[in-house]
Each structure stands twice: as C-alpha cells, then as structure tokens.
C-alpha cells in the first residue's frame, strides 16, 4: 500500500498550510496516524498523531495550540493544519502509520516505532 503527502509549499510567517496524507491499498482506521518533521542538519521529531478508530490525539509542546491533526477514515486521508507558522516550522513533513494491533500511546511520537512511511513533503517559512 502507499502514504501520499502533499500540501506543502512556501508560507510566511503568521501563515498557515494544511497537510494532507492519503492512504491506498489499506484503511488508516486499523493504524495510528503520525506526522513527523526534519529540518537540516535535525533529527526527525514527532510533530502530532492519531488513533485511526477513536480520534484521540497527542502533540508535541510546539504544535499544541498552533497545529491540529485530523483524519477522514471515509476517504482514508489524515491531515495537519498548521496555523501561525514559525520559521523553525521550516522542515520537510513525513506522515507514517502504525498498526493498531500492539500499539501502545508512548509509541505516538516514536518515528523508530512506525513501519510505513510516505515520502515528505516540504514546508517552507519565510518572510
């Protein structure tokens, strides 16, 4: 099966970019649902995830309040609005999935723990 990201793009600061990640060959309702981000020269880091059946969420410190993650289990799509952008949101954004089956909540921001990946899609912040 294939992750698809896209949305992307170049925003300014204060701006916002919404995310998407579309799943074929698979339902994201049996997988939690993970987006990550790695800047140059940067490590990847956990941005927010999803559980594919009840909806619940966890962000790291720096997305909660500005960036939201939602799925559409119907067309098999996650997203990530992020609003009131930074320059150090400047990254290129992964979405990954993991099955549910095992999972356990300390593996949300895990990227080591997620199997399947899409291939990034860059997001740029500049004035």
């Known amino acids: 099966f294939q992750l698809q990201a896209s949305g992307g793009g170049l925003a300014q600061p204060g701006g916002s970019l919404r995310l998407s990640c579309a799943a074929s060959?698979?339902?994201?309702?049996?997988?939690?649902i993970a987006w990550f981000r790695q800047a140059p020269g940067k490590e990847r880091e956990g941005v927010s995830c999803?559980?594919?059946?009840?909806?619940?969420?966890k962000s790291a410190l720096f997305a909660r309040d500005r960036f939201d993650i939602s799925r559409d289990i119907d067309n098999n799509i996650a997203y990530l609005q992020m609003n009131r952008l930074r320059l150090e949101d400047t990254a290129l954004y992964y979405c990954?999935?993991?099955?549910?089956?095992?999972?356990?909540?300390?593996?949300?921001?895990?990227?080591?723990?997620?199997?399947?990946w899409g291939q990034g899609t860059q997001v740029t912040v500049s004035s």
């Open positions: 990954a999935i993991i099955p549910l089956r095992g999972y356990s909540d300390n593996f949300c921001l895990s990227a080591p723990k997620y199997p399947y």
């Open positions: 999803i559980h594919g059946k009840d909806g619940s969420s």
């Open positions: 060959g698979t339902t994201l309702r049996n997988y939690n």
